[in-house]
């Protein structure tokens, strides 16, 4: 069984953001598999499919970003899945947007969402697949991550998701993490 986490804050008014680019990439993975987010478990929305006779569990948090490991490792304890099956898809400020980055492990890079996720799990060693948001020129970076891609960033944002649902199919399929980086950080710069 294996997981993956979307990362991003409940509510309208996040819908679309930078911030909540986590959520558009499970929420498109959901759809592709012709799955809902039907069910409510330890403060997060689940949505279940199979592939290739495994079980896939996609997460968003219910808990706002800054205590998304306060959702995550419950699931983890209750589901009994390692800590190895599990991947955390999240926003990058230090990727041009359009770009994604799958990593085995790291620190938190000053992201709030993966801050807590190491502090729930007690390891910097689970998996990420970061999408790039690029950094903010002329505002804050709150202002930056709660804001929405204009109309050529949209282009290569749906670029960047299209890669990482192919990217997210090849680990499942081949449950080989580092081929999956090799076939797919080639894409991006750091």
């Given at each position: 069984?294996?997981?993956?986490?979307?990362?991003?804050?409940?509510?309208?008014?996040?819908?679309?953001?930078?911030?909540n680019?986590?959520?558009?990439?499970?929420?498109?993975?959901?759809?592709?598999?012709?799955?809902?987010f039907?069910?409510?478990k330890?403060?997060?929305?689940?949505?279940?499919?199979?592939?290739?006779?495994?079980?896939?569990?996609?997460?968003?948090?219910?808990?706002?970003?800054?205590e998304?490991?306060?959702a995550?490792?419950?699931?983890m304890?209750?589901?009994?899945?390692?800590v190895d099956?599990?991947?955390?898809?999240?926003?990058?400020m230090?990727?041009?947007?359009?770009?994604?980055?799958?990593?085995?492990k790291?620190?938190?890079?000053g992201?709030?969402?993966i801050?807590?996720?190491?502090?729930?799990l007690?390891?910097q060693?689970?998996?990420?697949?970061?999408?790039?948001?690029?950094?903010p020129?002329?505002?804050?970076?709150?202002?930056?991550?709660?804001?929405?891609?204009?109309?050529?960033?949209?282009?290569?944002?749906?670029n960047a998701a299209?890669?990482?649902?192919?990217?997210?199919e090849?680990?499942?399929?081949?449950?080989?993490?580092m081929?999956?980086?090799?076939?797919?950080?080639?894409?991006?710069?750091?």
């Amino acid at each position: 069984m294996k997981m993956i986490v979307g990362l991003g804050n409940i509510g309208r008014k996040y819908d679309e953001t930078r911030h909540n680019v986590g959520f558009m990439i499970v929420d498109r993975f959901a759809k592709q598999q012709g799955v809902e987010f039907d069910k409510q478990k330890f403060d997060a929305l689940i949505a279940t499919t199979f592939i290739n006779n495994e079980k896939i569990l996609l997460v968003k948090p219910l808990t706002y970003m800054n205590e998304s490991g306060r959702a995550v490792r419950p699931l983890m304890d209750y589901f009994e899945i390692p800590v190895d099956n599990i991947i955390v898809v999240h926003d990058d400020m230090d990727l041009e947007v359009g770009k994604l980055r799958l990593r085995q492990k790291g620190s938190a890079g000053g992201h709030n969402g993966i801050k807590s996720i190491i502090a729930h799990l007690g390891t910097q060693q689970f998996k990420r697949l970061k999408i790039g948001i690029d950094h903010p020129k002329k505002m804050s970076v709150v202002d930056w991550v709660l804001s929405r891609f204009n109309n050529e960033q949209k282009i290569a944002f749906n670029n960047a998701a299209d890669q990482a649902l192919k990217a997210l199919e090849y680990w499942i399929e081949k449950n080989d993490f580092m081929q999956t980086m090799n076939n797919f950080n080639h894409n991006s710069k750091e």
